[in-house]
């Protein structure tokens, strides 16, 4: 079975600041590594996704992600946080099967403090 | 496209009385799944379809849920009867077959008095 960990509840951090958002996954085979956002009340939306090929993964606002599979990680990286990144981040992965079925992490709530 | 589609947005109800919840997918996805959000436990999958049929329900939490899809373009999850303890955020996302990636909806925010 997977499972996804986000060490980090939440992530103060200033403006204009570089952020790294962590995440660990464990699977036996083969995976799929999605970063979602969340604002507030709104549903959940793809930040980036790693699927196969380069480990490096540049996603929407400025985001990207590493896909480290000797570390079992896919950390979430920005150079400049903007006030408007105050949300939370669900990591999420997912094997290649029939039915799609993706494991999401707690969560890691970012606050961009001006 | 509109994207995934919940009714209602909100909901508030009296312990004891049916609440139905409702999503229309994205046209032309294969996998549809319910989820449940609190602040306790986050983010939970309750059950998630494929082709109209379901795949797993065994986040369910007890038999006063249920889901239902009748067909491609539409699916509901009801609670009868409903309890304070059921009061969340309920999502909605649909995926293409593919990658994973999955849609989600705006949510339906469900109080039980």
């Known amino acids: 079975a997977q499972s996804v960990t986000q060490l980090d509840s939440q992530v103060p951090v200033f403006e204009e600041a570089p952020v790294e958002l962590r995440c660990n996954y464990s699977?036996?085979?083969?995976?799929?590594l999605f970063w979602y956002v969340q604002y507030p009340n709104q549903g959940l939306q793809l930040l980036l996704k790693?699927?196969?090929?380069?480990?490096l993964v540049k996603g929407i606002n400025g985001f990207e992600a590493e896909f480290n599979k000797s570390q079992t990680s896919f950390h979430l990286r920005k150079p400049s946080v903007h006030i408007s990144d105050t949300a939370e981040y669900f990591c999420?992965?997912?094997?290649?099967?029939?039915?799609?079925?993706?494991?999401f992490g707690p969560g890691t709530s970012l606050s961009v403090i001006p | 496209d509109a994207g995934v589609i919940q009714s209602p947005r909100h909901e508030v109800t009296e312990m004891g009385q049916e609440v139905t919840l409702r999503c229309k997918p994205i046209?032309?996805?294969?996998?549809l799944f319910w989820y449940r959000q609190t602040m306790m436990r986050g983010l939970e999958l309750l059950i998630y379809?494929?082709?109209?049929?379901?795949?797993?329900d065994s986040g369910m939490p007890e038999d006063r849920f249920s889901a239902k899809m009748p067909n491609a373009s539409f699916s509901t999850l009801k609670i009868q009867p409903s309890e304070p303890r059921d009061s969340a955020v309920y999502f909605c996302?649909?995926?293409?077959?593919?990658?994973?990636?999955?849609?989600f909806g705006p949510g339906t925010r469900l109080t039980v008095l």
């Open positions: 996302a649909s995926s293409p077959r593919g990658d994973n990636e999955q849609f």
């Open positions: 699977s036996s085979v083969s995976v799929y």
């Open positions: 790693y699927l196969s090929g380069s480990t």
């Open positions: 999420a992965v997912s094997v290649k099967t029939s039915y799609d079925k993706v494991i």
């Open positions: 046209s032309g996805h294969n996998s």
């Open positions: 379809f494929n082709n109209n049929v379901p795949i797993d």
